[in-house]
């Protein structure tokens, strides 16, 4: 009888989801994501199947990460809009500031491949809708107390919201001029107290 494969799937998918951000999913071999993960060949094709199985794994944590971490930041506000605005400007300040990873794994996959993979594209867009319902939520919270107008499209909004996330992460790669990113976030703010 084999012996089961020991590993901590978390921490697999975590190193080869930093090898595939940093160098895309084309650029990135086996037998490099075999170094980065510590799993022999065999391992990581009795885990996952394949380099794609291997990286829908790693957007789905990323995914499924970024929407709980959304969700937990507007949740735990008073005020929907302030968190909103907080999640913008904590944005433009990273970009500015270049810390972290100022793009987005799942924005990057998409420039990258979603144009060449229907898998990828569908499971990207569970993922931005997912994300895109956090703000929904949020949204109606926000009509609900009488800081949005009655009247207000809560989808239309927070496509709205979307597409200026999407927009600034790929301006951050572009190391854009200092108060570059901060300009956009404050006419988007501007736009969702209109």
């Known amino acids: 009888m084999a012996r089961p494969i020991e590993y901590d799937r978390d ?12 160098q895309g999913y084309c650029a990135t071999s086996m037998s490099t994501l075999v170094e980065t993960t510590d799993l022999k060949p065999g391992s ?4 996952f199947e394949s380099k794609q199985g291997l990286f829908l794994a790693t957007l789905d944590r990323y995914g499924a990460r970024s929407a709980e971490n959304l969700r937990a930041h507007l949740d ?8 909103i605005d ?3 400007d904590r944005l433009a300040e990273d970009i500015e500031k270049k810390r972290g990873k100022t793009s987005c794994f799942l924005v990057n996959t998409v420039l990258e491949l979603s144009q060449r ?10 993922h931005f809708a997912e ?7 949020a949204l109606e919270d926000a009509r609900e107390k009488g800081e949005l107008d009655a009247r207000t499209d809560c989808d239309a909004l927070a496509g ?3 597409n200026n996330i999407w927009g600034l992460r790929v301006l951050a790669g572009t190391k854009p001029a200092p108060g570059r990113a901060r300009q956009v976030v404050e006419l988007v703010k501007k736009v969702l107290r209109f």
């Open 11 to 22: 921490k697999v998918l975590d190193k080869a989801m930093q090898t595939f951000w940093e």
């Open 44 to 47: 990581l094709y009795a885990a």
């Open 76 to 83: 735990r506000a008073d005020s929907p809009l302030d968190a």
């Open 86 to 88: 907080a999640f913008f």
């Open 117 to 126: 993979d229907a898998q990828i594209r569908k499971r990207i867009n569970r």
């Open 131 to 137: 994300i895109q319902s956090a703000f929904v939520d």
């Open 160 to 162: 709205f919201l979307m």
